[in-house]
């Protein structure tokens, strides 16, 4: 009865916003950077993306946000074909790119010239979290630093209300305070009804933020799990406290090494985000097997 | 809701692009001002006021062009910067709305205001040199059937579509890219001309630059052939259509933009 009930409960509060179907692109055809990607993502999640340098990361959110057309496959969000870019399809969609240029107004004058394209536009939360990261609305965006434009974007960005929200390396240009001030902000910004993607390459970025994490490596989706399910199967620890029969990965450090092994015993771990991606990315498949 | 058109959702698009460019436009009208002022106080004062209607109009056509596709080609300039594309084809409007306020401004806002720049600094210039002459001079009526200058309207509307056409096809470079083409394709149809006239004709074609009178060697003799009026139509009509097609052409290359 208990577990009906949850799976019901589930199926109501978490719906698949985001399909990717066989979808294959490449800026050139015969050089690909994605090819035959399948991929579900839930509203009440916060993913997080994970990739090296040039593996595609950035391109994969503009396929989402339609603003490349794959070569191959389709890609929808909420039922509607990205590349369409249809209003009903934008409104509900807001994409903080890795590098911008603002216009030159203030936050203010942003607010009152963009904010209408957005129906679940939230004023008073964009000048709560404005004031939390201590940035003048009344200030012509042009005289901002990096750090204080990408905050303003990201407050406009959860303001916005939509149902997606994809950020592009959003902790680039932020000092150490603003991160963890974005970490909570981000966090308490959730709802059963939003779907946020973060992509980044600084892993550490993530931690305490993300509840699910993607990475993307050799041109697929190798890794789409939850924090709490990795935690549940795989061990994060030093060699000492290690599962000794089950070792996948060992990392070494200053101190010892750093191992992932098989979580026999269902051990409460915190997810080494950073271990986990270089395990990855250094191809040692039994991890990623261990997960499947 | 209409995906294709909303009149509100047009406005604030509109209500935002201008918010968000009028400093540029402003300062570019400026210019605009500023190099009529040179230009044409240069002719009057050079001439000692003997400003006529022809220099008018010569000025007033090449202004036109010169300035009307520069800006043009600019127009789309958001969407070939990395920086700022991503914010121009998210943001919540069909590319409709975009292509419509792009193209209101570019051509019928651009138009109205180099006519009344025009006509301010022609009228300024005219009357000062007036103001002690024997002989006045009148100002230019560029909508007059005299000259014929209405007709750079036409040819503007198709440099228009081109440089429109242009300014979302390149990602960069958008005037000089634009220009180059027209250029290259000028000179090849320059060159074909003559030989689609001797594949007609079978003679030997001693004039044949396009859009003009036809001249043969026909037993040693020249011999022209000149345009009918019904010609003028057909090549107008032709110019019409092929801007409107231009200006189609560029609203479905705005739909398959990426960044």
Known sequence: ?292 | MNETFNLTRFLNLFKKHTAEQYKTYLISTGVLIGVLILILGFISYSTKGHMGAVVQAAMFVNFLFFSGTIFTSLIFTDLGDRKKSISTLALPASHFEKYLVAWIYSYVIFQLVFLGCFYAIDYLIITISNANAQEKMELINVFSSDRKVWVSFLVFAILHSICFFGAVFFQKLHFIKTVFCFLVFITVLCLLNPVLLHSIFQEEVNDGIPFNMVGLIINKENIYIEPTKTSYIIAATIAILISVILWISTYFRLKEKEV
């Open chain 1, 1 to 292: 009865m208990y577990c009906t009930t949850y799976v019901l409960q589930y199926y109501f509060t978490h719906n698949t916003m985001i399909e990717l179907t066989n979808l294959s692109f490449g800026y050139r055809k015969k050089a690909l950077l994605f090819w035959n990607l399948n991929l579900n993502l839930e509203t009440g999640h916060i993913y997080g993306l994970l990739g090296k340098n040039g593996a595609g990361k950035s391109t994969l959110l503009k396929n989402i946000a339609g603003l490349v057309f794959p070569t191959e496959g389709t890609c929808k969000v909420n039922g509607l074909n990205a590349a369409k870019r249809l209003p009903s399809f934008l409104q509900e969609l807001f994409f903080i790119p890795e590098e911008m240029e603002l216009p030159s107004l203030s936050a203010n004058g942003f607010v009152r010239r963009t904010s209408h394209f957005y129906p679940k536009f939230d004023h008073a939360q964009f000048y709560k979290v404005l004031a939390e990261f201590d940035v003048s609305p009344d200030v012509n965006l042009n005289q901002l630093s990096f750090g204080q434009q990408k905050k303003v974007m990201i407050t406009f960005g959860l303001a916005t209300n939509t149902s997606l929200l994809i950020m592009d390396e959003p902790t680039n240009g932020l000092d150490i305070p603003s991160k963890v001030q974005f970490r909570r902000i981000m966090a308490s910004s959730l709802t059963d009804e939003r779907c946020m993607i973060i992509s980044t390459h600084q892993v550490r970025d993530l931690d305490s933020l993300i509840d699910t994490l993607l990475v993307l490596h050799r041109k697929e989706i190798v890794l789409n799990k939850s924090l709490d399910d990795i935690g549940d199967r795989l061990l994060f620890s030093n060699s000492s406290n290690a599962n000794k029969e089950g070792i996948l990965y060992k990392a070494q450090n200053s101190i010892g090494n750093n191992t992932i092994s098989i979580n026999n015993q269902q051990q409460n771990n915190k997810v080494d985000m950073e271990l986990l991606f270089n395990a990855i990315i250094d191809d040692h498949t039994a991890v990623i097997e261990s997960l499947k």
